[in-house]
């Protein structure tokens, strides 16, 4: 089955720092996502992406967090000044089509620890 | 606006016994529904999606789950646990719009031989 590859597996980071996770999505994939887990919460949604563009976000995703997809391949996090809170499991996620049935195929995470 | 409830946070059960894992949702209409499986290190896998039709879904590594609309509840079943199904279960459900997925936050399942 393919796969969502995210790197690095884990991070740490002084506060204030900046970071950036990075993401491949599925080639063929035109949908990519964001979700983050605080240790012991929720997973939660931060951002969808389509057509270079943000087209949907939570209200996690205030201004110290953007998404790039650089080039045809890559799909990034950055976080421009972390905080203690930031520190959770961020996983990726890219589908086909985005139809509400479409299946979400997620990465193993980066695990972010903000010190 | 949409919420999964996951009453389990800790389920423990013997190998070779059946289990079942809860799952309760808030949605206005026609639930799009989804259980995922995270083992240590693993990212989510999908383990089954139901959409509309039957509502006894069939999954990979021989999990089913029902959709009972009466109940608002989607729960996981298999009828025999094996110790590689040791990991955290996580049910979601499809917003009303947009593509984004709202979890429930998820049951971990001990496996004891």
């Known amino acids: 089955e393919p796969e969502v590859t995210q790197t690095p597996s884990h991070q740490v980071t002084q506060m204030g720092q900046e970071v950036i996770l990075r993401c491949v999505p599925i080639?063929?994939?035109?949908?990519f996502y964001w979700y983050r887990q605080i240790l012991g919460q929720k997973v939660e949604f931060l951002v969808s992406f389509y057509n270079n563009e943000i087209s949907e976000k939570s209200e996690i995703f205030d201004d110290q967090f953007s998404v790039e997809r650089p080039d045809g391949s890559n799909f990034t996090l950055k976080i421009r000044s972390t905080k203690l809170e930031d520190s959770a499991m961020y996983f990726c996620a890219s589908s086909g089509v985005g139809g509400a049935n479409e299946k979400l195929f997620f990465g193993s995470g980066t695990q972010l620890s903000v010190l | 606006a949409q919420s999964v409830t996951q009453p389990d946070i800790h389920i423990t059960v013997s190998e070779g016994a059946s289990l079942e894992l809860r799952c309760n949702y808030s949605y206005g209409a026609t639930p799009y529904l989804f259980w995922y499986v995270q083992s240590p290190g693993q990212g989510l896998q999908l383990l089954l999606k139901?959409?509309?039709?039957?509502?006894l879904v069939q999954g990979i590594k021989g999990f089913e789950a029902e959709f009972k609309r009466s109940q608002s509840s989607f729960n996981l079943r298999k009828p025999s646990v094996h110790w590689s199904d040791a990991a955290e279960y996580f049910c979601a459900v499809r917003a009303e719009y947009g593509n984004k997925l709202v979890f429930g936050a998820g049951t971990i399942l001990r496996v004891k031989s």
């Open positions: 080639s063929n994939h035109l949908y």
């Open positions: 139901y959409f509309s039709g039957d509502t």
